[in-house]
């Protein structure tokens, strides 16, 4: 993120599937920062440290995530990513770290989840209705979902590993909506880091980062959502402490048609949305960009095999599915640790 540092010191400074649970925000000493960004809302919530500056450091948090807006927004014409899809085919071309890393992340999670993730599908959610445009959405048709398929694959980008640069062999949109907000809240976390703030947690959009204790002297406490909509309360409450995590969510945008309900979570690997009784998953890792693409990435694979991939690599996962009763919910070995 070196890079993205640079540039912020020479220039200035899905719904929410996660809530800290109550008790965190009532110390006099705590901090919040609060703003938007990503189409979502950010808040920070930390113990400041001796000439901590609250004004100065909302100014400069507001400033670096307008900055990565410009890089990682598919929503700002003029973005980094938005300009890929008019790069000239078979050329390296320079791109900021900040953009290469993402990629990466998003490379390693693709080739994990065997094309469970993948940054490339914008012709496909365009296809469905789930867009940007948001056009009137309905089943497409066989071919124009076969068609929509030929445009996307990772197998059309070639990324260069030890500088940050990338090779386009067919034009490609990037969407990095399953990657950013977590990718983000990792920027803001290493900016709270190099202001020598200790005991954070970070939320955007329901990606969260945590380190060091909450107000209370403990872990900080966290919960994961009921998926029932808007209201649907906490499912399960777990501690986290130096690590990111994030929820990837199947029951907040579909549509129906002829009585059938069709997700907003589509496979790049058929096209179609997924189809199967997995509503939620969690993932806990080391920074929430890689939590972030893993948690879309298995919701697409489902529980079982989400729950293999996490046992063989040792992931913490924590899974909700439908079931005729209501939801159930299972979960790999390391998550067991955080459970409260």
Same mark, same amino acid.
């Given at each position: 993120?070196?890079?993205?540092?640079?540039?912020?010191?020479?220039?200035?400074?899905?719904?929410?599937?996660?809530?800290?649970?109550?008790?965190?925000?009532?110390?006099?000493?705590?901090?919040?920062?609060?703003?938007?960004?990503?189409?979502?809302?950010?808040?920070?919530?930390?113990?400041?440290?001796?000439?901590?500056?609250?004004?100065?450091?909302?100014?400069? !948090? *507001?400033?670096?995530? @307008? #900055?990565?807006?410009?890089?990682?927004?598919?929503?700002?014409?003029?973005? %980094? +990513? &938005?300009? /890929?899809?008019?790069?000239? !085919? *078979?050329?390296?071309? @320079? #791109?900021?770290?900040?953009?290469?890393?993402?990629?990466?992340?998003?490379? %390693? +999670? &693709?080739? /994990?989840?065997?094309?469970?993730? *993948?940054?490339?599908?914008?012709?496909?959610?365009?296809?469905?209705?789930?867009?940007?445009?948001?056009?009137?959405?309905?089943?497409?048709?066989?071919?124009?979902?076969?068609?929509?398929?030929?445009?996307?694959?990772?197998?059309?980008?070639?990324?260069?590993?030890?500088?940050?640069?990338?090779?386009?062999?067919?034009?490609?949109?990037?969407?990095?909506?399953?990657?950013?907000?977590?990718?983000?809240?990792?920027?803001?976390?290493?900016?709270?880091?190099?202001?020598?703030?200790?005991?954070?947690?970070?939320?955007?959009?329901?990606?969260?980062?945590?380190?060091?204790?909450?107000?209370?002297?403990?872990?900080?406490?966290?919960?994961?959502?009921?998926?029932?909509?808007?209201?649907?309360?906490?499912?399960?409450?777990?501690?986290?402490?130096?690590?990111?995590?994030?929820?990837?969510?199947?029951?907040?945008?579909?549509?129906?048609?002829?009585?059938?309900?069709?997700?907003?979570?589509?496979?790049?690997?058929?096209?179609?949305?997924?189809?199967?009784?997995?509503?939620?998953?969690?993932?806990?890792?080391?920074?929430?960009?890689?939590?972030?693409?893993?948690?879309?990435?298995?919701?697409?694979?489902?529980?079982?095999?989400?729950?293999?991939?996490?046992?063989?690599?040792?992931?913490?996962?924590?899974?909700?599915?439908?079931?005729?009763?209501?939801?159930?919910?299972?979960?790999?070995?390391?998550?067991?640790?955080?459970?409260?």
């Amino acid at each position: 993120m070196a890079d993205f540092f640079k540039r912020l010191m020479q220039g200035a400074a899905l719904g929410l599937l996660f809530f800290v649970l109550a008790g965190c925000d009532r110390s006099p000493d705590v901090v919040q920062l609060q703003g938007e960004t990503m189409g979502t809302r950010y808040q920070v919530t930390l113990l400041p440290p001796k000439g901590f500056d609250d004004d100065e450091a909302q100014e400069q !948090l *507001d400033a670096l995530l @307008d #900055i990565f807006n410009q890089i990682a927004s598919t929503y700002e014409p003029k973005s %980094e +990513v &938005n300009a /890929l899809s008019a790069m000239p !085919l *078979d050329e390296w071309q @320079d #791109i900021s770290q900040t953009l290469s890393e993402m990629l990466l992340i998003s490379l %390693e +999670v &693709n080739w /994990l989840t065997g094309g469970a993730f *993948d940054v490339t599908v914008s012709p496909l959610v365009d296809l469905w209705g789930f867009g940007a445009e948001r056009r009137p959405q309905q089943v497409p048709a066989a071919s124009a979902i076969e068609a929509a398929l030929k445009e996307t694959g990772f197998k059309h980008i070639q990324l260069d590993l030890t500088e940050p640069r990338i090779k386009l062999k067919q034009p490609v949109m990037v969407d990095l909506s399953g990657v950013a907000k977590g990718y983000g809240v990792d920027i803001v976390a290493e900016w709270l880091d190099r202001q020598q703030v200790a005991n954070y947690l970070v939320e955007i959009g329901g990606e969260i980062r945590a380190a060091g204790k909450s107000p209370r002297g403990d872990d900080w406490r966290v919960g994961i959502e009921k998926p029932k909509g808007l209201a649907g309360g906490v499912q399960q409450a777990i501690r986290v402490n130096g690590v990111g995590l994030a929820t990837s969510g199947d029951y907040r945008n579909y549509f129906e048609e002829n009585g059938k309900r069709y997700s907003h979570t589509l496979d790049p690997k058929t096209g179609y949305p997924i189809d199967h009784t997995t509503a939620s998953v969690t993932v806990i890792a080391e920074t929430a960009g890689y939590a972030d693409a893993l948690a879309t990435g298995f919701l697409v694979l489902g529980a079982d095999k989400a729950l293999t991939l996490a046992e063989t690599h040792n992931l913490a996962v924590y899974v909700i599915e439908k079931t005729d009763a209501g939801f159930s919910t299972r979960w790999s070995k390391a998550f067991e640790p955080y459970l409260d």
